[in-house]
Each structure stands twice: as C-alpha cells, then as structure tokens.
C-alpha cells in the first residue's frame, strides 16, 4: 500500500485530548503528525449554578449542546436522577460528534442536522422555524459565537445559555514548529476554530510568521478560511466536512500537488 504522506510533516491543533484520532490517520499514511496543540479546554468552576440549572430543565423546551466539549466537561447529572431530570426538554446537537457524545452520556438527542455541522445547519431545520414563545438553554464554552442565538430570538423565542467551559492558551514549548519552520519543513497546518488559528500566531514568534502564512492550510469551514486570508496566509483549503478523515484527505491533496494554489 502507498503511504500518501510520505514523511510530510502536518500540524495538528486541535486540543490534546482531541488530537490523537487525526494524528494516527496522519501517521498510518506515514506522515509525521506535529502534536501542538493551541487551545486547551477547562471546565469552569460553577458547579453550582450549573446544578441549579439543570435542576430546572422543565423551564425549557430545547437544551442546545454547541460542541462534544459542552458535554463531557462536567458530570452533569447521575444515572439515578439523568432520565428525570431531561425528560421534559428536548435535545439539540449541532454536529454528529456533538451527538454521539451525548449518546455515549447516555442522553437522547432529539434533533442533529444531517447535513452541516454548525450553527446555520441547525437553524436551517424545519423544528427550528415556528418557535416564538419557545424557551432555549444553550450549553456552551465561555465566549462563543452568538449567531445562534441571536437568530433564535429573531424568531421569537427566549435564549439563555449555561456557559461550562472556558478555552485557554496552553503553555507549552513552541521549538519544535519554530524549528521546522526555520528548515522550511512544515508541510501543512491543520486548523479546527479561528480561535485556535489566532492562537497559533501568539504562541510562535512574530519573526517566524512570515513563513507560516505560506504553509498550506486545511481549515474545516468557510467561515475559517476567510478568517485566516484576513491573516495573511495564502494557500487555504477547506474540508467537505469537521472530519479526522476528511482533514487527512484535504491535507493529503495539499502534499501530493492535489490542489492548485493562486501565484
């Protein structure tokens, strides 16, 4: 079998407990999987007012997970008090991985987009039309995108959300990359968020930053890839979707001349 990767080196970034899946794939093709992980995430410390949330579920007609992060961040609930307490809402989940952590908290989910893997994918379902007067909690990280919300009140309905965790900056050594972009041998870049793209260029020295715009970079939606041409870099390419496997194809056309740059 032709190993596609050829000793090419790829960055991964996705966090570190995130990372391991899509550094194997790269590795099984015989690239060199560069772990460097640019967010962390930690769970906030408000287990109180998360539990006293929860505790009022019956508030709500929808409980929206934003990411697989949403849920296995905290222990939520215990299997004597889970199916209680979560049989009066229904459950969202934006994106399969999303979904499938919910299923493996042992929690139904009641609506995933099919297709899409985002905000607007959920908001494009046909339960989340008619919903004025309906009431929305959103689980989510600290800080993230208000798009869905802000539609959902367009709608009429009444959003609030239950913040439980927070993304952060790791502290660790950054030669590896910095060394290797130095001898030009980072082949790709593999980029899962525009935080953690900004991240990047905070955690590498500004001097090395000129070379880093030029390495290919594989992003996971449009939205990303226009953050990072706002940036500077100059051979972008996006996903079919948030995959390992469709990040390992993409990265793959990049290294094997797959995909034709603008000069």
């Not at 307490?85 to 991985?97: L, N, P, T």
């Not at 990047?200 to 990303?224: F, G, T, W, Y």
């Amino acid at each position: 079998m032709i190993k596609l990767l050829n000793g090419a080196h790829v960055l991964v970034t996705r966090p570190a407990h995130q990372a391991e899946n899509l550094s194997h794939l790269i590795e099984e093709q015989a690239g060199v999987a560069v772990r460097f992980p640019t967010l962390a995430i930690a769970a906030l410390d408000d287990s109180c007012t998360i539990q006293n949330t929860l505790a009022h579920l019956d508030r709500y007609q929808w409980l929206v997970f934003v990411s697989a992060n949403a849920v296995t961040m905290h222990s939520y609930y215990s299997v004597d008090v889970k199916i209680e307490q979560f049989k009066s809402v229904r459950i969202a989940a934006i994106g399969k991985a999303t979904a499938q952590a919910l299923a493996l908290a042992g929690l139904p989910v009641d609506l995933v987009p099919e297709s899409g893997y985002n905000s607007e994918a959920l908001l494009a379902m046909p339960q989340m039309q008619q919903i004025n007067g309906q009431r929305y909690l959103i689980v989510r990280g600290e800080g993230g995108r208000e798009e869905l919300a802000t539609t959902l009140r367009s709608r009429g309905a009444n959003v609030e959300y239950l913040d439980v965790y927070k993304r952060i900056i790791p502290g660790i050594d950054s030669s590896q990359v910095s060394l290797l972009l130095a001898q030009d041998k980072l082949n790709a870049i593999t980029i899962t968020s525009g935080e953690a793209l900004r991240n990047l260029l905070i955690m590498l020295e500004e001097k090395h930053h000129q070379r880093l715009i030029e390495v290919p970079l594989v992003v996971v939606s449009n939205r990303i890839r226009q953050i990072a041409a706002d940036m500077g870099f100059k051979r972008i390419a996006v996903t079919n979707s948030p995959s390992d496997a469709a990040i390992l194809e993409t990265v793959t056309m990049c290294v094997t001349g797959g995909i034709e740059w603008p000069n």
